[in-house]
Structures are given as C-alpha cells and as structure tokens.
C-alpha cells in the first residue's frame, strides 16, 4: 500500500552534485524518520543519513560535510542533496521510511526500489 517514489540519480563527474528525492505515499501517518541508503556493487547496504520528524539528523561518516538530508515540503518527502561527489559514492541508493507504531519501541518500515547514482572519475 505505501508506495515511495525515487528521483534524482543519474550520471555526474567527481566533484559534482546530484540532488535525490523521494516521496512517500498511501500512508496515512506521518513517518518518524526518513532515511537514505546505499549499496555499492559487492558490498553491504549502508545508511548514508537519516533525518526524524523532530529535525534530528545523522550521517555516515564518509558523507558528513557533503550530504545535506532534509524534509521536503510536501508530507512524507525527503531530500538529498550530494555535493562533491567521489567515485566512491556510486551505488544504488534506496529511500526509506518509518513509523514507530507503539511505544515498547516496534518499528514497521518501507523501502523504494532504489536508483544509481554513478559518480566517474
């Protein structure tokens, strides 16, 4: 039923910037945090940064200083902007989505089906 709608990947030289978005829909409670992942070819996903309803932000500590994660304006979006991007950020970046859904701390989430992002030298 919820559906998360990724744009923004694409093709970009090192030293660039791409901007991703992604919006979530059919749900009808606001998430309590949004996040964005990446997997590159050969490795494990990692979370690059997660933002909470609160403004609460963290970052992976390869992107810190160069990712930027915000809520966007519409209910249940999120962005990502990407500025000095290195080759070592290519991957398939995957948007995410959570709602705590009692307070013992349970977690139900949502994952978009991803989009690359390939950064060349």
């Known amino acids: 039923q919820v559906q998360l709608e990724e744009s923004g990947g694409g093709l970009v030289h090192a030293g660039g910037s791409l901007t991703l978005s992604c919006a979530a829909s059919g749900s009808r409670f606001s998430f309590d945090a949004m996040a964005w992942y990446r997997q590159a070819h050969g490795k494990e996903r990692e979370l690059v940064a997660r933002?909470?309803?609160?403004?609460?932000?963290n970052y992976a500590d390869s992107v810190k200083g160069r990712f930027t994660i915000s809520r966007g304006n519409a209910k249940n979006t999120v962005l990502l902007q990407m500025n000095s991007l290195k080759v070592d950020d290519t991957a398939v970046y995957y948007c995410?989505?959570?709602?705590?859904?009692?307070?013992?701390?349970?977690?139900?989430?949502?994952w978009g089906q991803g989009t690359q992002v390939t950064v060349s030298s």
């Open positions: 995410n989505a959570g709602l705590a859904v009692n307070v013992e701390g349970a977690w139900r989430e949502h």
């Open positions: 933002i909470t309803s609160g403004g609460s932000t």
